[in-house]
């Protein structure tokens, strides 16, 4: 965030899509084995704080999106125009 990389924030946006995928598959195992209700909890929690860590990152990701063209357009903003 703070390198203003827009080329990773946008890899990481794309790369987080597949988590959605990947979730949902863990979460159908899950429910199809015979497991210890506990058990069961526990990575459901696993599961969620997985999900919270992806959304988080994608938020950064945006941020860094957003500032990084917000700066790029107040510097071409601030350019002198010579071709006047």
């Known amino acids: 965030m703070f390198k ?8 990481i946006i794309i790369r987080l899509e ?6 949902n598959d863990l979460i159908t195992l899950i429910s199809s084995k ?4 506990n ?6 929690l ?3 704080s997985s999900r919270r860590i992806v959304d988080y990152s ?3 990701a945006e941020v860094t999106l957003n ?4 700066e790029t357009s107040s510097m071409q903003a601030l350019k002198p125009n010579f071709s006047k």
């Open 4 to 11: 203003r990389d827009y080329e990773c924030a946008d890899k």
């Open 18 to 23: 597949s988590f959605v995928t990947l979730e």
């Open 34 to 37: 015979k497991l210890d209700p």
């Open 39 to 44: 058990v069961s909890s526990i990575l459901r």
């Open 46 to 48: 696993i599961l969620d």
């Open 58 to 60: 994608r938020d950064i």
């Open 67 to 70: 500032r990084t063209i917000e």
